[in-house]
């Protein structure tokens, strides 16, 4: 019998990934036919290595149920001696990922070599800032009754489903964390993936560079393979990168969803791919750069990649960079950024941080992008610039340059402020529920980390979150 239906789930997701190959042809195919296999073991040496989670429940949570038919065909070690996962997809298609130490975890890629981490990076959990901790190592109980509720609410599961696997929730207000709560198994020290709030933070060295006069964000984006003069692409800027209005024709991570992610030419970079900006910069046009905004994580391969060159053109170099100018004067102190095996940093979905962490990154874009110590990093005016609505997107989504943003009236601002958010709210937001709002007139920042399978990110009950935490607050002043 088992026999029986492990072969029957085989044919079904054959015949999945075979009739699928009439629409997108053979190549797109077996680049699809790599995600799962990859996207698996990337993300369980993580979850291992980075983190420090258990892999099973970690696998059982956050891999499996997103490969729909896919999941049950999984297979995976975990090897703790040469801090490696190796995964399979019932037995044809094979990968392995390594921990690389400060640089994270990455798929080995035939033809790459095996490490690029010259040993003498440092710990990525220490921060030498100097900088107290937000709190200590205890858990910091909500300031009210009604606080909890807004937590106890935020963990919550229904008894039909979809699951939210709610992890972590931290509320940071006048710089002070007034309540937090974990799951089991996650820890104030423990870093958490941020997906897509790792762009916000991409958007952060930007403007590192821009106030070091290293980067200008309205000339054109400084891509070699971009630099002819009839390259139509060439006119395209850093910021229109950053504003998802790059015309560039790459994927649309925001319309695709569970098992047809894998044929999405955005999931294939990022997990099927070795010299992951290689690819986007190779890229042809779909629009007229500036017209049309398009959700496309090329965009942010190509900003990192771009960060990389001005930090010293590799990746030891590029890391103490980040440390230096951003992670320590913010006194993070359990946050990796990782690399692909062209030695650039994933400035796209890869950060993985605690969320105290996260707090403290939210709270440094309230403070205009200053630091606790007075120290301003980012340019007069980025945090406003960050946060002002791309018109192009204004309809559906309401993104500003790296950012969601609620500023700006526009209908999708509206739906999300109608549902609890204020109108002069902004966020880092990353696929599956992972939120950083950063609300200035609550001086207020509030983090919910997650791997929820609830519709469109958890939004509704993020929303519920923010309205109730404001309401507990309110009552606590």
């Not at 949570?61 to 001696?81: H, M, N, Q, S, T």
């Not at 035939?110 to 710990?123: I, K, L």
């Not at 989504?397 to 943003?405: K, L, Q």
């Not at 599956?432 to 939004?459: A, C, E, F, H, K």
Request: proline share 6%.
């Amino acid at each position: 019998m088992i026999s029986l239906r492990r072969n029957w789930k085989l044919a079904s997701a054959m015949a999945c990934l075979g009739s699928a190959a009439a629409f997108v042809g053979r190549d797109a195919l077996a680049r699809a036919a790599g995600v799962p296999v990859h996207f698996a073991s990337h993300q369980l040496c993580s979850a291992t290595f980075v983190a420090g989670l258990d892999p099973t429940q970690f696998f059982d949570e956050a891999i499996k149920p997103k490969l729909g038919p896919l999941g049950g065909l999984l297979r995976y070690e975990v090897d703790r001696r040469h801090r490696e996962v190796r995964t399979s997809l019932a037995g044809l298609i094979e990968s392995r990922a390594v921990h690389d130490g400060p640089f994270g975890c990455r798929v080995l890629h035939p033809g790459r070599e095996a490490r690029f981490f010259r040993g003498d990076a440092g710990d990525p959990t220490s921060s030498s800032a100097g900088l107290p901790p937000l709190a200590g190592p205890d858990v910091v109980a909500p300031v009210n009754a009604g606080l909890a509720d807004a937590l106890d609410h935020a963990f919550a599961e229904s008894d039909t489903g979809p699951r939210r696997f709610t992890k972590a929730v931290v509320v940071l207000q006048h710089g002070h964390i007034v309540g937090e709560r974990y799951a089991p198994g996650v820890t104030p020290a423990t870093p958490l993936i941020g997906w897509s709030m790792t762009k916000s933070v991409t958007n952060a060295l930007l403007g590192i560079l821009v106030r070091s006069g290293k980067l200008d964000m309205h000339a054109s984006a400084p891509i070699a393979e971009w630099s002819k003069p009839q390259d139509p692409r060439r006119p395209i800027t850093p910021d229109q990168l950053l504003r998802m209005t790059s015309g560039l024709s790459g994927g649309d991570s925001a319309h695709t969803s569970g098992f047809s992610t894998i044929f999405d030419p955005d999931t294939q970079m990022e997990y099927d791919m070795a010299d992951q900006s290689g690819f986007a910069a190779s890229l042809g046009l779909r629009a007229k750069p500036g017209e049309e905004w398009r959700y496309t994580n090329c965009n942010f391969v190509l900003l990192s990649r771009i960060i990389r060159n001005l930090a010293g053109g590799t990746a030891d170099a590029t890391r103490q960079f980040i440390t230096r100018e951003l992670f320590e004067p913010l006194g993070f102190r359990h946050a990796t950024l990782e690399y692909d095996s062209a030695g650039v940093p994933l400035g796209t979905i890869h950060l993985w941080a605690s969320a105290r962490d996260w707090a403290r990154f939210g709270q440094f874009y309230l403070r205009d992008g200053v630091t606790e110590r007075g120290r301003r990093l980012l340019p007069e005016g980025w945090v406003d610039y960050a946060s002002t609505l791309t018109p192009p997107s204004a309809e559906e989504y309401s993104y500003g340059a790296g950012f969601w943003t609620q500023r700006g009236d526009a209908p999708a601002a509206r739906s999300r402020i109608a549902g609890g958010f204020p109108a002069d709210s902004f966020m880092a937001a990353g696929s599956q529920g992972q939120y950083t709002i950063v609300i200035p007139s609550q001086d207020l920042v509030i983090v919910r980390i997650g791997w929820s399978y609830t519709p469109n990110d958890d939004r509704v009950a993020t929303e519920r979150l923010v309205r109730e935490t404001i309401a507990a607050l309110q009552v606590e002043k």
